[in-house]
């Protein structure tokens, strides 16, 4: 595998990481127990479809699938996604806002599930600065 | 047992502004030069707590805070319900200068944070004879905006968790986890409508980028200080404001983002106190 590939697998990882670290999180879940909703992330060109029922992450898909829906979309490059998920990330890249405000992110689709709980879903996008993994160092 | 309090007093000033009788709330801590604090939108005066216990501070400046109408514990004026609160540059001017004036505040340095630091240029453009110094946190002429702000008023999303989750992201990860719910916890309380309010003036009423030449630093002196994680007032924005206005200072403050003196205070005194001393040399001169 070529070092981009590996580059890139090991970001999927990452987010594959998501599951557990959300649902481990009990203050996390708690904050989010009233919230049942679809939506994609994709890192580069690799997306992965998440489920959330009651602040947990019932299921996380990788991608392509056909046809399947979510409600909104968070899009970034592998880049873009290294560094917001450094322990420690520089600034203007630690958080999905200010990201978005730089172009480096996209946000798209129905907002309003992101925008009612927006402190649980900012909370769980940067839930694997936890992890201290090669792949975003 | 030895209870703590903290050295912080309230009262309630009532005031006319924009025609209307309005009960203002302030808090003030210390004695010497009066240095008036302006919170940042959707916010109100306990930003400022920790400046008001902090002797380094307290033992040569007067800390005074107060509350923007319509935030904190300042009451909205009555009749307040059928309205819809939109702060202005004149308001928000009148509202500074008369309190001023109601507690006998002589030329008071002025630290204004967000949209007080927006509001400190237009302080200095108009009314800089008025006093000794002025500060502007994350102050700059115009900003590009980053959110759509309809989204902080209305029946379907909870207004105090989606105000703080809009400004958690200026938080610096450096900053202490306490003092970042501390911080949060006020935009939570804020009232409906209020932030919204706020920030029109911010998006709408005060592009001061064609008025900047009209500040004269030596009449008074313009500090401005931007959190480098900042990303609503970045150091860009501020230093491109102050590259217009002659003999403006600009400080960059590091591991610090929207709330230097509520999210890292420890880390705020460290550019705080220094400018402070300069300020006091000044003035003992």
């Known amino acids: ?133 090669e792949a975003h160092q | 047992m030895t209870l703590k309090f903290d ?35 959707g916010a109100d005066g306990r930003q400022f707590r920790h400046m008001m216990t902090d002797s380094a501070i307290t033992d040569h400046f007067r800390v005074i805070a107060f ?11 009555d009749g307040w319900q059928d309205e819809a609160y939109c702060l202005t540059t004149d308001a928000y001017i009148e509202a500074i200068r008369t309190v001023r004036d109601a507690l006998d505040l002589k030329k008071p340095v002025t630290l204004g944070c967000s949209i007080g630091g927006r509001i400190v240029l237009s302080l200095a453009m108009r009314h ?13 002429a115009y900003q590009t905006g980053w959110y759509d702000s309809s989204w902080l008023h209305r029946p379907d999303v909870h207004g105090g968790e989606i105000c703080a989750g809009i400004v958690s992201g200026l938080i610096a990860p450096q900053s202490p986890t306490v003092n970042r719910w501390d911080t949060l916890w006020q935009y939570m309380q804020s009232g409906p409508g209020v932030f919204k309010g706020d920030i029109y003036f911010y998006r709408v009423d005060s592009d001061l980028r064609a008025e900047l030449a009209k500040i004269d630093t030596r009449v008074c002196p313009l500090y401005l200080m931007t959190g480098e994680y900042d990303f609503s007032c970045t150091p860009e924005d501020t230093m491109q404001t102050a590259e217009r206005v002659w003999g403006a200072e600009v400080i960059v403050m590091k591991d610090i983002g929207h709330f230097a003196m509520s999210e890292n205070p420890l880390q705020f005194r460290r550019y705080l106190l220094p400018l402070l001393e300069k300020i006091r040399a000044k003035c003992s001169l």
């Open chain 2, 7 to 41: 050295p912080i007093m309230g009262r309630y000033v009532h005031v006319t502004l924009q025609g209307r009788q309005h009960r203002v709330y302030f808090e003030e801590a210390g004695q010497g030069i009066p240095l008036l604090c302006l919170h940042t939108a």
């Open chain 1, 1 to 133: 595998m070529s070092k981009d590939g590996a580059f890139a697998s090991s970001l999927a990882g990452v987010v594959e990481r998501l599951p557990e670290l959300v649902n481990g999180d009990v203050p996390l879940v708690r904050r989010g127990e009233f919230l049942t909703a679809d939506f994609m992330i994709e890192v580069g060109s690799r997306a992965h479809y998440v489920a959330i029922v009651n602040g947990r992450i019932a299921t996380l898909v990788p991608g392509p699938l056909l046809m399947r829906s979510w409600s909104f979309a968070i899009r970034g490059s592998e880049d873009a996604w290294r560094q917001f998920w450094r322990p420690l990330p520089p600034p203007h890249f630690h958080d999905i806002f200010a990201l978005a405000k730089r172009g480096e992110f996209r946000i798209e689709g129905d907002f309003r599930p992101l925008m009612t709980n927006l402190l649980y879903f900012k909370a769980l996008l940067a839930a694997p600065r936890a992890l201290k993994r």
């Open chain 2, 67 to 77: 509350d923007l109408p319509w935030h904190g514990k300042s009451t909205p004026p």
């Open chain 2, 128 to 140: 800089g004879e008025e006093f000794t110094a002025l500060i502007g946190l994350d102050s700059a």
